[in-house]
C-alpha cells in the first residue's frame, strides 16, 4: 500500500516537468558591466514590500552591578495580495537608579506594554479573516501606558522607570514618551533629531533659559526626573505620530548611551556602521569607552522600501 502511495505522487510530481540539465552541463560566467549596472539601478529604486530591520545592544556599563534597563523589539512582515504594511513595537525602559526596585519596574513596564499592544494587534495581523484595529495607535498606546502605570505601582511600589516605545505601522510612526530616554531619527541627508523630550528638571531649566546647554550637561541633577512610571497618580505620556524617514533610522536609547556620546558622534556610528548590528554595538561600545557610568541600551530600526 505504501509502495503505491509513493509511486502515485512520483508520478503526479513527474508529469508536465520538463528534465533538469546534468550539474556537469551547468556553466557559469561573471556578470557583464551591463548587467551590474542594471542591478544596480534597480537597487537605487523602491522596492516591495517595505520591512522593517531591527537590532538591538546592550551593557551594564563600567560603574554600575546592575542592569536596571529593559528592552523589547519586535518586527513582522506579511506580505501578500492584501499589501499588508509592515508592523514593528520597539521599547527602551530605564529603572530609576538609586530606587527600589528600579529593574522590577522597568521589566514590568516593557512587558505589559509589549503584551497589550500585541493583544490589540493579534487579530489584524493573524487572524483569518483579519479583525479591524477599533482605536487609533495613539489611543492605543496610551492605554497601554495607563496599564503599565498600574502594574509597576502594583509590582514595584516606590520605584520607577522612563518608558519611550515606538510603534511602526507602514510609514506611520507614534511615539509613546515618559522620562529620559530618547527617540532619534536620522534621515537621508545625514540630519540626527530628537524627538522626544526629556521630562527632566535641568532640561526644563534649560527650556526657561536659566542654564545653558553645556551647564545642562553637568548639572549636578541632570538625572532628576519630574515625570516618569510609576510615579504619582495621574500620569500622561508625550505621544506624537511623524513620518517614518524612508531609508532613514529610528535609535531608542537610555541616558546611558546619549548622556556621554554626543549626537554627532552616535549619527557618525550609525552611518559608518558596516552592518545595522555592528552600528549598534559600536553605540555601545562609545559608552563604554566613555566612562561607561551607567546601564547602555539601544534599539536601531530601518524602514526599507
Sequence with gaps: ML??????????????KTPEPALDNIVTAPLSEAQLQSIRAL???RYEPMHLLATTAQ???RQRELNEDCLFSLSSTLAGNTGSPPFGLFIIADGMGGHQYGEVASNTAIRVISSFVMKKFQGALFGMPPTPVEESLQEILQAAIA???KAVLREAPGSG???????????????????DSRAYLLYNDQRMEAVTRDHSLVRRLEELGQITAAEAAVHPQRNVLYRALGQGDNLEADITTIPFPMNGYLLLCSDGLWGVVPDADMRRIITEGPTMQRACQNLIAAANAAGGPDNISAVLV???G
Excluded: M, P, W
Excluded at 4 to 16: A, S, V
Design 59 to 61: 551593557s551594564v556599563g
Design 43 to 45: 537597487s537605487a529604486s
Design 3 to 16: 509502495n503505491r502511495i509513493r509511486d502515485f505522487f512520483t508520478t503526479l510530481l513527474g508529469k508536465n
Design 147 to 149: 496599564e503599565a502605570q
Design 161 to 179: 522607570t522612563t518608558i519611550t516605545a515606538a510603534l511602526v505601522l507602514g510609514q506611520q510612526l507614534t511615539i509613546a514618551h515618559i522620562g
Design 302 to 304: 530601518q524602514l526599507l
